[in-house]
Structure formats: structure tokens, C-alpha cells
């Protein structure tokens, strides 16, 4: 009886259906607290109530059922404490208690789930490290410890060997990735630890222990040094997001192999089965599938907004995300390669050098970001040819030159686009490139150029210099006078030039021998 409209109370009556195997009322608008009778679930195994309004304690009153495989509680305001014993709880195969307001720390008998595939705790109130024990959740295929108030380090023993998606992020998680936390889960297909304040540099495991990574986020943490070039090898990523870190040096021309199909089919969502017997010659599975508003999620900024990526959304995340860090050099033009991409930002860095026209390859480019580095030179004319970039900004840079044609995508893109770069014109920045390809002169006078006769004026200049010349000698020569006034003033200029010069080279020799 899922996503309907629903409301009111669960009816206690539920409770008195002792063969129930299978209840699933999420996405609806029930309130109040669960009834007793159908927490305890006497032959219950899976119990799916998630997406309500539903309220009360989770613990203990839904440990009471021995039976129960899969209990999904997540979307509701569930309160209270994780209790720090808890009777074993080996059938659970499924614990998801996601998004309510759960508080306490993580107790170590969670690692006592010798069953446990799915343990999501995302956007609650936890706190405290992650424990030990759960190095002993060896079938473990999904963790969501995302948004809570987690501290300490990732266990080095942690590293589950069907482990697929780890979702740590918005945690106060500190140490290093360089220890030896999931070195053996080769299967790990989606990596979130952004938003921490973990410290060290990008360890080279990643690419030699993971070739099936699709999803890197290590974003908001204090990674440092160069990125290596190890990660050229992860070939099936379709998003890597390695932003607002300290990350220096080069961009790796080969990171032009790294982003898969992004078109390709990816759900890794989970499926629990459940036998129902009907009578000896007849048996059914019901299904139970780890997906929806509960399935493996992942965060990425796009057209400067947040997007949340769900399920088959995630095929949509394509793109790379380097932004906010203190990389150099060129932006290598091989990047220009990776056409099945829809986000690449390489803002707030300090590239230097042009924009490769290579970028005009880019055909499912939406979001392109480039501003607040040392670029320069001319925007290529060919990122026209991008017909679905909706989000482009080159501000903050050192470019010259006209900007792209008003054609396509580029029409829509406004002045912020191309903020402060003092050599950039045209539309729709407000200098007029015809203006600026001015000659100084021209500009100064307000006149052509072309109106003035050079050869005239010259001529002019010249015979001015001739009369003037010649006017003083003649002068001169016929008034005795004047003459002798002429010579004596020169005289007594020369006298004083002598006078100054001598005087200035005592000096200097006095200072220089002391």
C-alpha cells in the first residue's frame, strides 16, 4: 500500500495478522506511533514504513521480532538513542533509520550483524567514532553514515569485500586516507568522504585496489600535494569531485581518460528475497529492492546550484569538479576529449595559459566553468558549437579579445559571465571592440586619423626651424651689441658648469677616501 495518500494512525489491527510476512506502507501521510503489536511482528520480515510522518522510539520496540530481514524506518521523526546492548540481531539483513532524529553514538553491537547487507544512518544525530566491530560486517554492501556528527578515523580494519557504496559525508571525520580502510573492497563502485577534515595526500590505492569506482567525492577535507596520475587509470569513473581542498601543481593531461559512459545503466541498488510458501507445489519470491527516496544518492554542484543525484539520476552526474584549490599551469588540452561529460569546473585555482579550442569538443558540456585564475588570450570562437552549455563563466581572468558570437547558448549568457577582464570587448560587455582597436592619437583628439596631411605638416615644422635658426645668427651678426652681451652670458655659463662639476668631484672623493 505504498505511495498513496494515507493518513491517520497505522490501525493496532495489523498487529493481529501473525502470518503477515511482507508490510509495506511508505511514502504516505501517516502519523502517530507504530502499534506495538506490529513492531513485535511475530512472523514479520520485512517492514517498510519509511517517508511518513510517523513518530516515537525505534529502539528497542522494533528488535523485539527475531524474524524480521529488512526493517526501513527512514523519512519519518523517530527519536531517541541507539542503546548500547541490544539483543543479537543476526536475520537483519537491512537496517535503514535514515533521515529522522536518532541521537547517541554508534554502539559496537551493530557489528554483531554477521547478516547485515544495507545499514544506512544518514541525517540523524549521531555522534562519536566509528567502531571497530564494524570490520566484522563482512557482508556488507552499502554504509550511509552521511550528515551526522561522526568523529575520529576511519577504521584501518574496515574494509568489507562486497562493499559498493560508502557515503561519509558531512562528518567531522579526521586522520588520513593512507591507511588501509577498504583496500579490499574491490568492489566499490561509489566513494563519498567530502565535507570532513581529513588531511593527507590522495592515496595511489584508489586506482590500484578500485577499478570499479564510478563515483569520487573527496571534496571540503584538506587533501593536499599533486593529483595523482594514478586516478588516469580508474577508467569507468563518471564523476570525480576533488574540490575545496589544497591541491597544487599540474591538472594530469591524462585525466581525459577517466570519465565511462555516463548513458550506461547504474542502479547498483540491493535485492532481498523473501520465500513464500503457498502449499507444497507452489512458491514465490517477493522482492524486496533497495531503492527510491532510500537508494544510493550522491551530491554534486552543477550550474552553481547543489544537485542530488539518485538511483538512474546518477548517470546524469557526469563531470568534474577541481575547483577551489591552488592548481597551475595549463589547462591541458586533452580534457577537450572527454565529450560525454556534462560539468567541468576549473575555477578558483591559478591555471595560466589560453583555453584550448579543443573545449569545442565538449558536445554534452552544460556547465563550464573557467573563472578566477590567470588565463589569457582569446576566448575560442568554436565554444558556440556547445548547444547545450546553460551555465558559462570566464570572469576574473586576464583574456583579450572580442567575446563569442550572440549565437546559440551564448546568446543567453549575460555580462557576469565575462566580468574583470580589462582586455576583453563586445557584447555584452559594454566596451565596444572598435573602440578599443583605436589608435591613442585618435582617441585623445576625437578626429580621423586620416584628415591630417603629414607631408604638410612636416614641411611646416621644418621651415618654422630654418627662419628661427638662421634669424638668431643674423641677428647676432649685425648688432655688436647684443653680440657681446650673447657671448658673455655664454661665457658665464660655462664658468659656472665648471664651477659645479669640480666642486661635485671633490666631494665625491672626499666620501669615497674618507
Avoid at 139 to 162: E, R, Y
Avoid at 177 to 183: C, P, R
Wanted: charged residues 15%; contains cysteine; glycine residues 6%.
Amino acid at each position: 500500500m505504498s505511495s498513496n495518500f494515507f493518513k491517520g494512525h497505522i490501525p493496532s489491527t495489523f498487529g493481529d495478522m501473525q502470518q503477515l510476512l511482507f508490510l509495506d506502507l511508505s511514502s504516505n501521510y501517516l502519523t502517530g506511533e507504530v502499534p506495538e503489536s506490529l513492531a513485535k511482528g511475530y512472523s514479520m520480515e520485512q517492514l517498510r514504513l519509511s517517508n511518513n510522518r510517523l513518530h516515537g522510539y525505534i529502539f528497542p520496540r522494533f528488535f523485539g521480532a527475531s524474524s524480521v530481514k529488512c526493517l526501513s524506518l527512514n523519512g519519518n521523526h523517530f527519536t531517541g538513542n541507539i542503546p548500547v546492548t541490544l539483543p543479537n540481531r543476526q536475520s537483519l539483513e537491512l537496517l535503514d533509520i535514515g533521515n529522522n532524529n536518532i541521537t547517541g553514538a554508534l554502539p559496537n553491537w551493530i557489528g554483531d550483524m554477521k547478516s547485515l547487507q544495507v545499514l544506512v544512518l544518514s541525517k540523524n544525530h549521531l555522534i562519536g567514532p566509528i567502531p571497530k566491530s564494524f570490520c566484522r560486517l563482512k557482508s556488507l554492501v552499502v554504509l550511509d553514515l552521511s550528515k551526522n556528527n561522526v568523529t575520529g578515523h576511519i577504521p584501518s580494519c574496515f574494509s568489507p569485500p562486497s562493499l559498493k557504496y560508502v557515503n561519509l559525508r558531512g562528518n567531522e571525520l579526521i586522520g588520513t586516507l593512507d591507511n588501509a580502510a577498504f583496500i579490499n573492497s574491490s568492489q566499490l563502485t561509489i566513494l563519498d568522504v567530502g565535507d570532513n577534515h581529513i588531511r593527507s595526500s590522495i592515496p595511489c590505492w584508489i586506482a590500484n585496489h578500485h577499478q570499479e569506482l564510478r563515483i569520487l567525492v573527496l571534496k571540503g577535507n584538506h587533501f593536499e600535494g599533486h593529483i595523482p596520475i594514478q586516478l588516469c587509470r580508474l577508467q569507468q569513473l563518471i564523476m570525480i569531485d576533488l574540490s575545496s581542498n589544497n591541491l597544487s601543481g599540474p591538472i594530469p593531461s591524462c585525466l581525459n581518460n577517466v570519465t565511462g559512459n555516463p548513458s550506461e545503466l547504474f542502479n547498483p541498488s540491493i535485492e532481498i528475497l523473501t520465500d513464500v510458501v503457498l502449499d507444497s507445489n507452489r512458491k514465490f519470491n517477493i522482492v524486496y529492492r533497495w531503492q527510491h527516496s532510500t537508494e544510493e544518492h550522491v551530491e554534486f554542484t552543477s550550474k552553481k546550484r547543489v544537485n542530488v543525484y539518485e538511483g538512474k539520476n546518477i548517470r546524469f552526474a557526469s563531470g568534474i569538479d577541481l575547483s577551489s584549490n591552488k592548481l597551475s599551469g595549463n589547462i591541458p588540452p586533452e580534457i577537450g576529449n572527454l565529450s560525454l561529460i556534462h560539468t567541468l569546473n576549473l575555477s578558483h585555482n591559478c591555471l595560466a595559459g589560453s583555453i584550448p579550442e579543443t573545449f569545442s569538443r565538449l558536445q554534452s558540456m552544460e556547465s563550464l566553468d573557467l573563472s578566477y585564475n590567470h588565463l589569457t588570450g582569446p576566448i575560442p570562437a568554436q565554444l558556440v558549437d556547445l548547444n547545450f552549455l546553460s551555465n558559462f563563466s570566464v570572469a576574473h581572468n586576464d583574456l583579450s579579445g572580442e567575446t563569442p558570437k550572440r549565437i546559440g547558448q551564448f546568446a543567453t549568457f549575460e555580462e557576469s559571465s565575462y566580468d574583470d577582464n580589462p582586455l576583453l570587448c563586445g557584447p555584452p560587455l559594454k566596451k565596444n571592440c572598435s573602440a578599443t582597436n583605436a589608435t591613442p592619437s585618435t582617441i585623445a583628439s576625437g578626429t580621423d586619423d586620416s584628415s591630417i596631411d603629414h607631408a604638410a605638416f612636416y614641411a611646416s615644422f621644418a621651415g618654422a626651424f630654418v627662419v628661427g635658426f638662421f634669424g638668431v645668427i643674423v641677428f647676432l651678426f649685425i648688432n655688436p651689441y647684443w653680440r657681446k652681451i650673447w657671448f658673455q652670458m655664454v661665457d658665464r655659463s660655462i664658468s659656472a658648469t665648471e664651477y659645479f662639476l669640480i666642486d661635485r668631484f671633490y666631494k665625491l672623493k672626499h666620501l669615497v677616501c674618507g
